[in-house]
Nanobody
C-alpha cells in the first residue's frame, strides 16, 4: 500500500492560484493512476482530476480549463496546478493512488489516501 502526503494548500483570493503536491512512497506509484479529490463541508468527496501512469489526464467539468494535473514517475509525486480559483473551489483536497483510464469516469480509488490539504478561496 502506498503512503500519500499532500501539501500546498492555503488561503487565496478569487482569481488566484495554488499548486498542490502529493508525495508518494513506494515504486507502485509509477504503475498507479492518480486522482485528486476534494470535499467541501457538508458535501460528498468528488473526483476533480485523474492521470494515468502514462500521463493521460481528464478533469471534472467544474475545473476543466483551470486545473492541471501532472505527475513525476521518478520523484513519485503528483501535482495539481489550480488557476483562476473560485470560492466554490474551497475544500479539503486529497490525492489517491488507484486505477483508471484516460477518462475520469473510469477512475477507481484505492484505500490509499493522504490526510488532505485545505484550500480556501475567499476575499
Amino acid at each position: 500500500q502506498v503512503q500519500l502526503v499532500e501539501s500546498g494548500g492555503g488561503l487565496v483570493q478569487p482569481g488566484g492560484s495554488l499548486r498542490l503536491s502529493c508525495a508518494a512512497s513506494g515504486s507502485i506509484f509509477s504503475i498507479s493512476a492518480m486522482g485528486w479529490y476534494r470535499q467541501a463541508p457538508g458535501k460528498e468527496r468528488e473526483l476533480v482530476a485523474a492521470i494515468t501512469p502514462g500521463g493521460s489526464a481528464d478533469y471534472a467539468d467544474s475545473v476543466k480549463g483551470r486545473f492541471t494535473i501532472s505527475r513525476d514517475n521518478v520523484k513519485y509525486t503528483a501535482t495539481l496546478q489550480m488557476n483562476n480559483l473560485k470560492p466554490e473551489d474551497t475544500a479539503v483536497y486529497y490525492c489517491n493512488a488507484g486505477h483508471g483510464t484516460r477518462y475520469l469516469m473510469d477512475y477507481r480509488p484505492s484505500s490509499s489516501w493522504g490526510l488532505g490539504t485545505q484550500v480556501t478561496v475567499s476575499s
